[in-house]
């Protein structure tokens, strides 16, 4: 079993910024892709960013220059640096990591638990 657990989110004023956590745990042999994905309310769950095991990188436009994704392969951790945060950024995020738990299997899909990262004055 994998768990991905989050941390980071909160309230935050906008222009400001928030650091997201994300650790997974468990049964990993090997993590491929690992991403950020949102969900605001009465929308659909949207990318925001996505990182490969080699560090190439992707985001959403609407988050572009603004946010950075990274990650720590040695502690199976993906970050997401948020800067100039605006109040469309208001949603609940969710971490995601592309699993491979025995090798040469195959690659599993995890979610986390989701944080919710609120801009607001």
């Known amino acids: 079993q994998v768990q991905l657990v989050e941390s980071g989110g909160g309230l935050v004023q906008p222009g400001g910024s928030l650091r997201l956590s994300c650790a997974a745990s468990g049964s990993i042999f090997s993590i491929n892709a690992m991403g950020w994905y949102r969900q605001a309310p009465g929308k659909q769950r949207e990318l925001v960013a996505v990182i490969t095991s080699g560090g190439s990188t992707n985001y959403a436009d609407s988050v572009k220059g603004r946010f950075t994704i990274s990650r720590d392969n040695a502690k199976n951790t993906v970050y997401l640096q948020m800067n100039s945060l605006k109040p469309k950024d208001t949603a609940v995020y969710y971490c995601?990591?592309?699993?491979?738990?025995?090798?040469?299997?195959?690659?599993?899909?995890?979610w986390g638990q989701g944080t919710q990262v609120t801009v607001s004055s």
């Open positions: 995601n990591a592309g699993v491979v738990v025995t090798p040469g299997g195959p690659i599993y899909r995890y």
